[in-house]
């Protein structure tokens, strides 16, 4: 299977490198995203890239955007390489780019949770709050909230950790009615991904949106749903058989890396371990299988993949 690492030279200008993605400007109000196989852990980008990780990324977010479109919006134009110029059309970007238009993003992460898990467990089992709101006692890890819960936080600056915030704080952030806005979208979209995802056996825990605001034809600034959508890399997603509260499942995700590296003594800091090939590939088999199983379509359909696993 292919792997990406570096995004090559395309003839366009290069406005950010992200820990996974990279982003160019591609003119008229409109952005590139180039979706690498590269794969963090601990805040640290590892040496070895997980095959079609990228696609995966890209295939997966093309797939929400269409399927929570009567919900809200979104910044995608196109996942086709034809609709690129000459220069980027490169064999090796086929199934990872996403042309979209440029949007006034929002300065607070949209996390929406529907179980007790992560920074939530940790904070509830220390202060019985959930970014500081009142939550029923008595829950164990892992528990189902009894209704999902906006729960934003900040966006950090390079090198430093995100924040938890209270929905007041967001308010404070953005302003009322775009916080409430944001509160229902997110909502919605949740509800309509964790019935899809129970479908096919699966838990959203919880999961990051990015919204921003584009100018209709009339001027008009909606919100939509931007950068990646419930993906592996933003959402928590558990294999219901695996689910017995009092502990947190797996995920499924680069679960295989964690788990590898929490057997060294690491710093947890650069230059991060060598990776070995089996728990590089099992990561890379999870990645398509979350595609597969969770949005019903075959990884193998998708542009640029070649080798890829069959549905289990």
Known sequence: MS????????????????????????????LLMVASDRLSAFDVVMNEAVPNKGRVLTAMSAFWFEELSEIIGNHLISTSLDSLPLSAQLPELAGRIMLCRRAEMLPIECIVRGFVAGSAWKEYSQNGTIHSMAVPAGMAEADRLEEPMFTPSTKAAVGDHDENISFDAAVQLIGGELAEQARSLSLQMYSVAAAKAEAAGFFLADTKFELGLIADSNGNKNLVVADEVLTPDSSRFWLMQDWHPGSTPQGFDKQPVRDFLETLTWNKTPPPPALPPAVVQATADRYQQAYEQICGLRFEDWPGVTGAIPTV
């Open 3 to 30: 792997s990406l690492s570096v995004v090559p030279e395309l003839g366009l200008p290069h406005v950010h490198s992200g820990k996974v993605r990279d982003l160019f400007d591609a003119g008229q109000g409109q």
